[in-house]
């Protein structure tokens, strides 16, 4: 039979659960005590806190028979609030994490969560990140919530509101692949049938990999504008605009470019991946702007330019054009649609 | 008709919320980017995360006929979060706050949430705090996250592990008021009906009011360990004890003299006053040890003191005597308990 967090005492778990967690450098004390302890060498503290619902944001079973483990929720769940700390060019520094349990949830799957929290930790490069305290409660759904902690190392932070008009727009990182491995999860095409290019959609769907060092190294290169795409290029493109006061003018050739490389999957999935680019989230990209003639540092590709507000007040524009919807940020994701 | 969270936007919803929300002096770069920025003035920040879930840590509608408001789980959610922080000796900077939500709940609700956590934060003494960022989901029951963050202004924390033995041992703040609220509120005595003295229980219990100027005091006076009361105090003395591998000898007669202000809600209950006292979590009350001879700070009151480790190994006894459940730590509050 398996072992189950009812059977267990919140204490109990804990003892499971402590070993699995990452201790960085950064942890002055650790889990155990009322509160956590973390260096904080500047003086500042960067903090950001997401969470993840059962069957809203992850499936344990999807459509297509593939599952989602508790690696990869743990996995999941690391990487996107890392990347919320990278794009403010800071360097992450801890952890907290409340797991709502309900009574049925495997033990081993808690586990297996703990395991791809670390793992995500070490494996995406920000070893000096600790998980540094949590807390366990029992509910109706599966909710992750992650806190995370990061260090500005003295720089300033690149906020969303710092592009000017004349600067180059570039992002990083990978764009559409999560989108693409979610619609796979939500076909009817068996995970044992997947082509490698299917399989990396899929699998960076589940474990996204997020540039964590490359937050960092925009803000030394000059970024004068920064932001995580985890909504998607348009939706997310258009809070950069609107909190910058400008339009972002992205440039087709190079986007339709960028969806070449889930050609692949489109064609199986009979889809357009150039949607995927547009409006996918999930991939925690980074989206920044720096001074034109600025050298982009390494990954980032050029995908448009930065313009003085638009006289219609578009925010984006492709090819100097609107699309529907981008005017008032509706295209992407909302928590709350239906 | 209500307006619901489900017929807003997730940027709408926020714009209602943000200017509900407490700005306190620490903060360097508040809600709207991908992360806030928090001061951290001696290079140390000490966080912490506690969840509270619906129908397990809270219900909107009570068997009494009683209700939690949104402003009462608001309050609650900061009351026990900044009290992790008190526990530490330090003072709170900034929460960052998780809310998942069902479609149904209505906006109103949301804005009270806002309200209630704002007003705890001014309300409790910690002005300086910031309510710096949040999330927000959609899920099935509504779960409340909340991570703080705090300040230890150059003092060394204070750990659960530094009783020694011959210390005196102390508490601050109210005991068993919310276990004897949480009895009412699951009793059928209607809200309509207390007295003064069951009003105020029902009161503590909404809305606790953790003594969060006692933990810097307690830190300064020298206090050797502390902890925040929330599981009760038999089960957290326990923990206390274990991490300091001493034995906690509690006072019998100051205990039942610490109960007698519960006596009038006990008899209505038919309840006994003194096991609320023991048992009853949620208070969010200090438990301290200090050397033999210092003088306690205004509020707290001494109720036995520090041994060394017990030969039978025994973690807290009262006047010398061991009690049932008590060598385990299973007197109290467990979140996974049946």
Redesign the interface.
Known sequence: MTLT??Q????E?LARIFPRLHAGSSM??GP??????????????????????QD??FRLLWPNGGTSSGFDVGWKAAAQNLS??N??G?VAT?M???L?LP?TTPVGWVEDFADGLSAAIVGLGAPQCSV??????????L?V?V?V??S?DGLA?V???GAQAGDQIAVCGNMGFAAAGWALHESSILPSTHSPALATAAALFSRPEPPLSAGPVAARAGATA???ISDGLLRDATRLAA?SGVTLDLDGAVLRGVARALEDCAVVLDADPLTWVLTGGEDHGLLSTFPEGASLPDGFIRIGSVLSLDVAGLAVTIDGQNFKGASD?AVGW?????
Do not use: C, N, W
Not at 8 to 11: A, G, K, R
Not at 132 to 141: I, K
Not at 334 to 338: E, R, T
């Open positions: 967090v009812a267990l005492s919140e204490s778990l002055l004390l155990g005590d009322d509160s956590a302890i973390i260096a904080a060498a500047d003086g500042r503290t960067v903090i950001s806190i997401d969470t993840q619902v809203k944001d919320d700390i794009a403010m800071a801890a907290v994490v409340s709502t009574g540094a305290g949590g807390d366990l409660s029992g509910g109706s759904e909710v919530t806190a902690t990061g500005l932070p906020l969303r509101s920064m932001m995580d909190a940020g909302d928590h709350f649609a239906v």
